[in-house]
T-cell receptor, first 116, second 116 residues
């Protein structure tokens, strides 16, 4: 089974702090994604990566950056946390563009981040 | 903008009844569709998928139907159980022009509640 893990289930930070959210997948997937989920807005894509050291902006990248130094790990960074970044953050991975059923994304359990 | 939507935001059924959750999409170029289930406090969990060259696909107690003529997707759950209570998302996979990576676009979800 695919396993995607996130470093924290719940996190509380203060405005202005630098925040790191870590995601690890154990299925050698090429692609990794970061979403945030808010009531009434659904899932919104922040950043994604289709290879080590590669990244692409999603729909709402402002205020975030990412790092993918190793294939299995994809980090989301909030350089200076703000209260409007309080949300559920979901990481996902998918296999790659050349394999069959390439685009199914498998999600981690989520990190509920509260910025005070 | 988001092209995937849902007909009903909530659905209540009695235990043992069949459930049908609907989803409309607007992009005829979408080639792959997925249904996810998200329980409270957890990440979305893959249920079933279907490619655009198929009309129907069955899993364990679940069936997905795809009507490309009217751009409609449905998830049928047989003999619904209390453990099926969750939010169900449909997602369509579309490869943006010039990109080799498909992106998932999510609907906002339908809350399914199963009454004993």
């Amino acid at each position: 089974d695919v396993k995607v893990t996130q470093s924290s289930r719940y996190l509380v930070k203060r405005t202005g702090e630098k925040v790191f959210l870590e995601c690890v997948q154990d299925m050698d997937h090429e692609n990794m994604f970061w979403y945030r989920q808010d009531p009434g807005l659904g899932l919104r894509l922040i950043y994604f990566s289709y290879d080590v050291k590669m990244k692409e902006k999603g729909d709402i990248p402002e205020g975030y950056s990412v790092s993918r130094e190793k294939k299995e790990r994809f980090s989301l960074i909030l350089e200076s946390a703000s209260t409007n970044q309080t949300s559920m953050y979901l990481c996902a991975s998918s296999q790659g563009v050349l394999a069959a059923h390439t685009d199914t994304q498998y999600f981690g359990p989520g990190t509920r981040l509260t910025v005070l | 903008g988001e092209s995937v939507g849902l007909h009903l935001p909530t659905l209540s059924v009695q235990e043992g009844d069949n459930s049908i959750i609907n989803c409309a999409y607007s992009n005829s170029a979408s080639d792959y569709f997925i249904w996810y289930k998200q329980e409270s406090g957890k990440g979305p969990q893959f249920i079933i998928d279907i490619r655009s060259n198929m009309d129907k696909r069955q899993g364990q107690r679940v069936t997905v139907l795809l009507n490309k003529t009217v751009k409609h997707l449905s998830l049928q759950i047989a003999a619904t159980q209390p453990g099926d209570s969750a939010v169900y998302f449909c997602a369509e996979n579309k490869r943006d022009r010039g990109s080799t990576l498909g992106r998932l676009y999510f609907g906002r979800g339908t809350q399914l509640t199963v009454w004993p």
